[in-house]
């Protein structure tokens, strides 16, 4: 079954899909070489998914691997969200 997450992802994903033209995309289709999402786009799915989901994104994990496909932007969100339930106090 899918997540609610994953459906919350991609409706925002086909949201800009729509608006270029393109109506069928796969949770494995590359965003960026079909032309779903470029430099800017990427900024506005940050924005999305941070306060959608309240989770933090630094620039450093702004990269491809992340946000190459629907499925890769779900296991990043996922696990954002694990550790953050799971985050264990600080030690000294």
Do not use: W
């Not at 086909?14 to 032309?35: V, Y």
């Amino acid at each position: 079954m899918e997540s609610n997450l994953k459906s919350q992802i991609r409706e925002f994903v086909m949201e800009n899909a729509r608006g270029k033209g393109i109506t069928e995309l796969s949770d494995a289709d590359s965003l960026i070489s079909r032309g779903i999402v470029d430099s800017l786009g990427i900024f506005r799915l940050v924005s999305f998914l941070e306060e959608s989901f309240g989770v933090r994104i630094p620039d450093d994990e702004i990269i491809n691997d992340n946000f190459q496909t629907i499925d890769d932007i779900d296991r990043f969100v996922t696990a954002k969200l694990g550790a953050v339930k799971g985050q264990a106090p600080a030690t000294a």
